[in-house]
């Protein structure tokens, strides 16, 4: 007898929850977008581009995402191979062929419902209120607009495999890796991560950490909320027009242009209800350049709108703050820190520091329920914006005649000291992976890495044992044990 499992995953990686109701309506609210899948006989069983399997740990690894529940279905007399043979035959029929994948009717939720039953024999399937979600969620007003978006968070893959090919261990399927799905569910905090291959250097400073020097800004990119945000903006027609250009990021910008859409969504930014939306566009446009002149002045306006209601604590909801450090990631990320962050003297401003320490305390994992969806996303999104920024302070002050050993500005020695705090209580591999890439972009500066080395070392806030030692996801480990070779 072998037990059966269904692991069940949330595609929106907690943002449902949170924007849901926002979006759709209280009444028609989902907690997740789910995808399942069964666990038997060592392997994760589930229906993308036709039936497809491999390894658990390797099918979580390669789409960056982990079940939120893991429950027992019970005990199969069924054997792999009879269950293998269903696959293929549904495969053969058309049932759950590559082609048959049907959003409301034949999707991943109703293969594993369909596998539990009719082919390992079980007398339970999955739970009910799964099966519900699509159909609870398209009946709402905006269901129809947002269908796009959904089909494309369905787990497929591009390669044209399935159980209906011949199944044993040698021509088992291992799914080629693919970026995190939850990076299109939620732009603002969970942003892809894998960075370009690394340039040849000469470089003694960067020979012993490869991976560190090969990281670049996180941006979040993702286009497929613009027309939910028009739509729930009520935008005039020639707002919608401008807004909409958003999507195509080939579009020559005139300065016209981004000045207009700054001021227009800095005014929609006044109104509560609009916040959430306003700060999904503006994450885009800190991203785009006029094809003339510059726009410093109206993003500079901008950005530092959006840090006054985050030090103002005028954003309630850890949504909106998360997508407030994704717009000031994005802005401080792709571009030079705007004038508002210095001081008259040249020195850091007081209201930039004061947003960084904001952004440290909202990477902090021991509050209370730091392990639920929202507050992971606001741990996710902070973290890439002090990202984001210690590459644009290193870079600014990077002088390679100073030895590392010039004094850390205040800035720095916050953001180092931030990431530092609580490091070994954060279970989340995101923020950890932002916070040991912010530690490094820090340790290995030319100008002053030596002084932070120094440091962290007299803090004693960084075991290096500890992080050799630890059990860290792969992408973790090699930031964590190039940071320790720091020390």
């Excluded at 968070?153 to 970026?179: F, G, I, K």
């Excluded at 604590?313 to 802005?331: D, E, G, P, T, Y």
């Excluded at 800035?411 to 989340?428: H, P, V």
Aim: net charge negative; glycine share 6%.
């Amino acid at each position: 007898m072998t037990e059966v499992h269904v692991a069940i995953y949330d595609l929106s990686n907690g943002m449902a929850k949170g924007l849901s109701a926002q979006f759709l309506g209280p009444q028609h609210a989902i907690d997740i977008i789910p995808h399942t899948a069964i666990v038997a006989f060592g392997k994760e069983y589930f229906f993308g581009q036709g039936i497809e399997w491999c390894h658990p740990q390797e099918f979580r690894m390669t789409r960056g995402i982990h079940p939120i529940d893991i429950q027992s279905l019970g005990h199969t007399s069924c054997s792999q191979s009879e269950f293998e043979a269903w696959c293929r035959m549904q495969g053969q029929n058309g049932r759950f062929s590559a082609t048959s994948y049907d959003l409301l009717q034949r999707n991943c939720n109703n293969f594993t419902k369909e596998a539990a039953r009719e082919g390992l024999r079980l007398g339970r399937g999955i739970p009910s209120w799964i099966l519900e979600v699509p159909q609870r969620f398209l009946s709402s007003p905006m269901g129809s607009m947002i269908r796009p978006m959904l089909e494309q968070m369905q787990l497929t893959n591009s390669a044209p495999t399935n159980v209906s090919h011949q199944m044993n261990d040698a021509q088992s399927y291992t799914p080629s890796a693919t970026p995190a799905v939850a990076a299109a569910a939620n732009p603002w905090a969970d942003i892809p991560e894998t960075p370009p291959a690394p340039k040849e250097s000469n470089d003694a400073s960067s020979a012993g950490t490869p991976f560190l020097d090969k990281q670049t800004a996180l941006l979040s990119t993702d286009t497929g909320v613009i027309k939910i945000c028009l739509d729930r903006l009520n935008t005039a027609s020639d707002q919608r027009e401008i807004l909409s250009k958003l999507g195509d990021a080939k579009y020559a910008w005139t300065h016209a242009e981004l000045q207009l859409v700054h001021q227009m969504l800095r005014l929609f930014m006044n109104e509560t209800k609009q916040i959430s939306f306003a700060l999904m566009l503006l994450r885009l446009v800190v991203l785009r350049e006029p094809s003339t002149a510059n726009i410093d002045k109206e993003e500079s306006q901008s950005t530092e709108f959006v840090a006054e209601l985050l030090l103002q604590n005028k954003l309630q909801s850890m949504s909106n703050r998360s997508m407030a450090w994704c717009v000031l990631s994005n802005a401080f990320g792709s571009k030079q820190l705007p004038s508002w962050t210095s001081s008259e003297d040249n020195n850091q401003s007081d209201k930039f520091l004061q947003l960084i320490d904001r952004a440290v305390n909202d990477c902090d994992p021991s509050v209370a329920d730091a392990s639920t969806p929202t507050h992971k996303a606001l741990r996710q999104s902070a973290s890439a914006f002090l990202y984001n920024t210690s590459r644009q302070l290193t870079a600014e002050t990077n002088n390679s005649d100073a030895g590392g050993n010039s004094e850390l500005n205040e800035a720095i020695m916050s953001i180092l000291i931030g990431c530092l705090e609580n490091l070994g209580e954060e279970n989340d591999s995101t923020s950890i992976n932002r916070r040991y890439m912010c530690i490094g972009q820090i340790l290995k500066s030319r100008e002053f890495g030596q002084t932070a080395v120094g440091l962290t070392k007299d803090l004693g806030m960084l075991d290096v044992d500890m992080i050799r030692s630890a059990s860290y996801d792969d992408a973790v480990e090699k930031v964590a044990k190039e940071v320790a070779s720091l020390l």
